[in-house]
């Protein structure tokens, strides 16, 4: 099963403007927003991620409930997480 985590972004790299710090869970990470061309990102902003990709804007009520009912589902949230942390973007 392949899910998608709501992730708060925290910075855009200024020398990689494709790439954002994010916050998901409590796991700090770079991601890559090259896919949102076309749309402003900027800290504060949540996004839908999915393996070192964000892939859609959300908004904060969107994020909370994916989070809440993801963590309702156990394994294939724990698996996911493990493959966010696994994914390396080079900064």
Do not use: T
Request: net charge negative.
């Amino acid at each position: 099963m392949c899910l998608g985590i709501p992730g708060e972004v925290i910075e855009i790299l200024a020398d990689r403007p494709d790439l954002a710090k994010v916050d998901v869970s409590g796991v700090k990470r770079a991601i890559n927003i090259g896919l949102l061309e076309g749309e402003s990102v900027a800290p504060g902003d949540w996004v839908l991620i999915h393996v070192g990709f964000a892939l859609s804007k959300i908004d904060e009520e969107e994020a909370r409930a994916a989070l809440e009912f993801l963590e309702s589902i156990g394994k294939a949230y724990q698996d996911e997480m493990a493959a966010l942390a696994a994914s390396r973007i080079e900064e």
